[in-house]
């Protein structure tokens, strides 16, 4: 229907806008090192730690249907993956040992404060809103790394080659990054398809549309935070 096309396309041209704001094209800049390099995978495993409140939130006010596909989406997070036969927060521990870091490095891991704010704010949408917004707003994080949708890739793939192309790390080693770059074309689309289901009036176009707006200031919120404190590490 033309409601849910003219949806999805303005969704499309929000996650393609992320990548030309000040505060995306700040952390994309930031040059790479090996310390920043695990600063940010570390960060990342907590991001995917947020990821599964904010889902797990969503599906509690979601209806059965959105329940049943969350639940599935959530069982590659949380359970495994069969892309890469673990979960995914598993895999991006896994991960760090390509760069040096060690379990432990992840269970000492301090959220930083522009970060934790964030965090809380991907909460409160989850938590105080109607299941549309709260549902698009959490779908949105997922559509912008799908390089199907963005132009020149996801996040997943343009960090991945940063730490190819600066680090000498091949993208295929970073076995967490390689595997959101496909997973999450998978997850976005799966999940898109509750617009087709559920989306029928214009009121429930305006729900989608603030909870992905809201999504969206955080995210790019959170990535100005990452490349400030990434740029701290000298």
């Known amino acids: 229907m033309d409601l849910v096309k003219n949806l999805c396309a303005t969704l499309d041209q929000m996650v393609n806008d992320q990548f030309e704001s000040i505060e995306f094209k700040n952390f994309l800049a930031v040059p790479l090192t090996l310390e ?3 600063f940010y995978v570390v960060q990342n495993a907590l991001y995917t730690s947020n990821r599964r409140d904010c889902w797990g939130y969503v599906q509690g006010g979601a209806p059965l249907e959105v329940k049943r596909v969350i639940w599935q989406h959530e069982s590659d997070e949380l359970v495994n993956d069969p892309r890469a036969g673990m979960d995914h927060y598993t895999l991006t521990v896994k991960q760090g040992e390509v760069i040096g870091l060690t379990p432990e490095d992840f269970d000492r891991a301090e959220v930083p404060a522009m970060v934790q704010a964030c965090f809380h704010a991907w909460h409160h949408i989850a938590t105080h809103n109607h299941w549309l917004a709260a549902y698009a707003a959490s779908h949105m994080l997922e559509r912008r790394n799908n390089g199907k949708i963005v132009k020149g890739g996801g996040m997943s793939f343009r960090v991945g080659k940063k730490f190819e192309n600066e680090l000498g790390i091949n993208l295929k080693k970073m076995i967490s990054l390689d595997v959101h770059v496909v997973a999450d074309m998978d997850h976005s689309e799966n999940i898109s398809e509750m617009f087709e289901r559920f989306v029928k009036t214009s009121g429930d176009c305006d729900l989608v549309l603030k909870g992905a707006r809201e999504s969206m200031a955080i995210d ?7 490349g ?4 701290q590490i000298k």
């Open 228 to 231: 400030y404190y990434m740029e």
């Open 220 to 226: 790019r919120a959170y990535r100005g935070a990452l």
């Open 36 to 38: 920043r390099g695990r």
